[in-house]
């Protein structure tokens, strides 16, 4: 008789939290490829579901929760599915989501990665296991992602963090801060390109502190190396920590063309109390001097920030102080966060503790402002030529495609599907708060 024809195992990855996640999730693809298994949008058609899990808010964490709670059904289904929870959450959590998931098989905190066929085969043979290890391996050329679809891709240059904001999880899910050697980010990025990556986000938590173990080439250095690899028309990197911007980081923004002008630069707060409890090491005077300093060698610049609302002791002299340093630093976009007590994390001792409504309050004027400074940045931008790295068809409105100017700001203008993945030359005609609208002025565009 002839042998049955085995269809191959397939693999659902659910990602949540940070981009740090994100291109965690397309290493633990590429080892999944590796092994055998295919990608299954469905989770209900998957063999294996892995949850990359983010633990910076307290309400990514609940998610976890009620997305493990809706593949329950599934596991009763089809008692060969292996269900894994991996990522920060894990990592927090460790043997404790085995106990209080009795369906779970396997939690894999983000160091273990590469440790992922070994737990497969005791998971397969019934052993339920919890991987944490506290040490972050050096991600050499053998964990390079070299696989990633469409013209934007992701490269980690260091892995950890070493800051401690008293607010923060993430320098204990992720352990100690290790970069990566320049010779292996060299070469997962030419790979990329090779493969028709045409954009590259550098990634790490704190990036300026980059320093490659071989050389001790900085952070600058770095970006001028890949900035030199062939095909590569776009370099991005997040995020930067305001301690460590360095002025060569500013100058090497101005000087390499294909360095995009855009600085994530979170403040966290404007009032220096606050910065100080949250061990943030650096005053709102020394913020919007490097932000001056931006704005000045780079005048195109788009800038971003996060700030968070509600630490302990915030009071509304601070809060107003949040305000008035968002309408002096004039942001882009700013990701506001109400804060939210973390395990491990020093500001959960601190007191007093702010009230979910004034939090919610706070949070609301933050964005009130910080949407009538987008929209008028944006409306700034009206008349201007730009040029667009077209992404592909709007979502919304037929006939029109999408791009990021090299500020990275978001546009939409006529045009056929043809454009995509092409730089084309573009009048912006409206600013809209999360958005430009513009006209092609010029045929096709180079490739
Ligand atoms: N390494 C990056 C940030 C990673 S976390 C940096 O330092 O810029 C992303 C954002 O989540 C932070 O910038 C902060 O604004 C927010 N955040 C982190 N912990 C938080 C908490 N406990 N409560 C509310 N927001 C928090
Ligand atoms: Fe968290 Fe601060 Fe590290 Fe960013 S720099 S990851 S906010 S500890
Ligand atoms: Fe979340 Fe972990 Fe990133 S906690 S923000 S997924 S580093």
């Given amino acids: 008789m002839e042998a049955k024809q ?11 939290g940070c981009q740090m996640n994100t291109y965690d999730s397309s290493r633990i693809m590429a080892i999944c490829e590796e092994l055998g298994f295919v990608s299954e949008a469905d989770p209900s058609k998957a063999d294996l579901i892995l949850i990359n899990t983010c633990s910076v808010r307290e309400k990514p964490v609940h998610k976890v929760y009620s997305v493990l709670g809706s593949f329950k059904h599934l596991k009763r289904k089809n008692p060969g599915l292996i269900l894994g929870v991996a990522g920060c959450v894990a990592q927090q959590e460790g043997k404790k989501l085995l106990d209080q ?29 919890s991987h944490t290890p506290n040490t972050n391996p050096i991600l050499g050329l053998k964990a390079a992602v070299t696989r990633q679809p469409g013209l934007k891709a992701m490269v980690t240059v260091m892995q950890g963090c070493d800051n401690f904001c008293s607010y923060c999880v993430v320098p204990y899910v992720r352990g100690r801060e290790k970069s990566r050697p320049a010779d292996a980010v060299l070469e997962e990025v030419a790979a990329l390109t ?5 954009e590259i986000t550098l990634l790490g938590q704190n990036v300026n502190s980059y320093r490659d173990p071989e050389s001790g080439a900085g952070f600058a250095e770095l970006l001028a190396v890949v900035a030199r690899v062939p095909d590569l028309w776009r370099l991005r990197f997040t995020t930067s920590h305001p301690k460590d911007l360095s002025p060569s980081l500013i100058e090497a923004m101005r000087d390499i063309p294909q360095l995009m002008s855009l600085l ?21 005077a020394g913020y919007l001097e490097r932000v001056a300093r931006l704005k ?12 968070i609302v509600g630490f302990p002791g915030e009071d509304e002299a601070d809060f ?4 008035e340093l968002v309408r002096q630093a004039r942001y882009d976009f700013l990701h506001s966060f109400i ?11 601190m007191e007093p503790k702010i009230g979910d409504k004034v939090k919610k309050r706070r949070l609301a004027e933050l964005q009130d402002l910080q949407r009538d400074i987008s929209l008028e940045l944006h409306t700034a931008q009206v008349g201007k030529m730009e040029e667009v790295l077209v992404e592909g068809s709007a979502k919304k409105g037929q006939g029109l495609v999408t791009g990021r100017t090299r500020a990275g700001r978001a546009v939409n ?34 490739t």
């Avoid at 983000?110 to 737990?119: G, N, V, Y």
């Fill in 6 to 16: 085995l269809s191959p195992r397939s693999v659902h990855i659910t990602t949540f």
């Fill in 101 to 129: 998931v009795p369906y779970l098989d396997l939690v894999m905190g983000p160091k273990a990665i590469e440790d992922l066929p070994e737990l497969l085969q005791d998971a397969a043979s019934g052993k339920r296991r």
């Fill in 194 to 198: 090779a493969g028709g990556a045409r």
């Fill in 264 to 284: 994530h630069l979170p403040a966290q707060s404007g009032s220096d109390r606050i910065l100080k409890a949250m061990n943030r090491g650096y005053t709102r």
């Fill in 296 to 307: 000045k060698e780079v005048p195109d610049a788009a800038l971003g920030g996060d700030m």
């Fill in 320 to 323: 107003q102080l949040s305000m």
């Fill in 339 to 349: 804060y939210s007590d973390r395990p491990f994390a020093k500001a959960r001792k």
């Fill in 413 to 446: 203008f006529a045009g056929g599907p043809e454009l995509v993945g092409s730089l084309v030359q573009v009048e912006i005609t409206e600013g809209r708060i999360n958005s430009l609208m513009a006209r092609q002025v010029d045929q096709g565009g180079s």
